[in-house]
């Protein structure tokens, strides 16, 4: 038959060791989770920002592309009477009741 030997059943050293590996794993896992939850934060702030900012680029690539078309006299034109209701000379306005 073997024998083991017998531990001590009151080594208070040793529980006050494991209490504090215990405090210090919990520790670190509460600084942990706040660094991971600012950084979650952050990341959805910043695809947020990415995604404004690529709509706010494609307004003004259209932007870009109206001021060309404000170069064009006859688009000014065509917008003039359209928007504005003006007429070239001698020409008359025929105006439909809905």
Not at 1 to 8: A, D, E, K, L, T
Not at 30 to 41: E, L, R, T
Not at 59 to 88: C, F, K, M, S, W
Request: glycine share 8%.
């Amino acid at each position: 038959m073997v024998r083991y030997p017998q531990r001590s059943r009151a080594n208070p050293a040793r529980k006050l060791i494991t209490l504090i590996v215990i405090v210090c794993i919990g520790i670190a896992f509460y600084f942990y989770a706040g660094q991971a939850y600012a950084y979650w934060q952050t990341k959805r702030e910043l695809n947020k920002l990415i995604g404004h900012m690529e709509m706010l680029k494609a307004e003004n690539t259209a932007l870009q592309g109206e001021i060309l078309l404000l170069h064009d006299p006859e688009y000014l034109g065509l917008r003039a009477r359209r928007e504005l209701g003006l007429v070239r000379p001698g020409e008359i306005i025929f105006s439909v009741g809905d």
